[in-house]
């Protein structure tokens, strides 16, 4: 095989990996773009609550609305799971705020039973 048939075989070969990758990514971003359309639909259903179901899950009014605000390309879902998580994180340290308050003026160093699930 002659020096110009390499050149265009690896020529060849680059522009059909580019190619490629450009579908590739253009069917991931379409994928994703469905998901996010689906997760969507949730979030509709989700809407349709009352204020203690939502509440007992952890988000509010305010974080469905924060969560549709986004791009339509978006997944909401990830706005609510850091909503959720940050609300939960915060209702767990005052918790431990008010344990050590009381266990502090309880003579005996063991906390009161029933009062809290450790994480430890």
């Not at 070969?13 to 689906?38: E, N, P, R």
């Not at 990830?78 to 502090?104: F, G, K, W």
């Not at 009161?112 to 699930?117: F, N, T, V």
Request: proline residues 4%; positive net charge.
């Amino acid at each position: 095989m002659s020096y110009i048939g390499e050149v265009r075989r690896s020529a060849f070969a680059s522009f059909g990996a580019a190619v490629s990758g450009l579908l590739v990514a253009s069917a991931l971003g379409t994928i994703q773009f469905i998901k996010a359309l689906g997760r969507r639909r949730y979030l509709v259903q989700l809407g349709e609550f009352d204020d203690h179901m939502l509440k007992d899950i952890g988000l509010t009014r305010a974080d469905l609305r924060d969560a549709s605000s986004g791009p339509i390309w978006q997944d909401p879902t990830a706005t609510l799971v850091v909503r959720a998580v940050e609300r939960r994180a915060s209702r767990r340290q005052v918790a431990r705020s008010n344990l050590r308050l009381v266990s502090s003026k309880v003579p005996t160093q063991q906390p009161p039973a029933g009062d809290l699930i450790s994480c430890g």
